[in-house]
C-alpha cells in the first residue's frame, strides 16, 4: 500500500522559508510524479510543484516560480518542497501526492492533481504579515 508521510508545515513570517518533505513508501517501482499541491480556505486545489523521478523533469504553479523549489532522494522516495520568501497568500494546507504515470507531472500537478492516485494527509503552512 503506497503512503505519504509529509512534514514540515507551520508558522512563519513572511518573507521566511520553509522546507517540506514528503516520504512515499509502500511500493518497489522507481519511476513514479510526486509533488505538492495546496487548498486554502474558499480556494481550488492547486499545483504547486512537481518532480518525475525518470528524469527530474519539474513543473511549478506559477506563483511559484523563482520563490519554491523542488527536489527529490530517489533512493529514499522523499520528496522535499524549499519555500522562500514565502507570502500571506501561500497560507493553505499543503498536501503531498504520488502517482505512476509519467504526464502527471504536468497534467496532473497543472490541474489541482487530476488523476495523482496517492495522496498523504496535508500539513497546514502559515504565513503571518
Known amino acids: 500500500e503506497v503512503q505519504l508521510q509529509a512534514s514540515g508545515g507551520g508558522l512563519v513570517q513572511a518573507g521566511g522559508s520553509l522546507r517540506l518533505s514528503c516520504a512515499a513508501s509502500g511500493f518497489t517501482a522507481d519511476n513514479y510524479v510526486i509533488g505538492w499541491f495546496r487548498q486554502a480556505p474558499g480556494k481550488e486545489r492547486e499545483g504547486v510543484s512537481c518532480?518525475?523521478?525518470?528524469?527530474?523533469?519539474?513543473y511549478y504553479g506559477n506563483s511559484m516560480k523563482g520563490r519554491f523549489t523542488i527536489s527529490s532522494v530517489n533512493a529514499k522516495k522523499t520528496a522535499y518542497l524549499q519555500m522562500n520568501s514565502l507570502k500571506s497568500e501561500d497560507t493553505a494546507v499543503y498536501y503531498c501526492a504520488l502517482d505512476f504515470v509519467r504526464s502527471r507531472v504536468y497534467d496532473g500537478c497543472s490541474r489541482g492533481g487530476y488523476g495523482m492516485g496517492y495522496w498523504g494527509k496535508g500539513t497546514l503552512v502559515t504565513v503571518s504579515s
Open positions: 518532480i518525475r523521478s525518470s528524469d527530474g523533469s519539474t
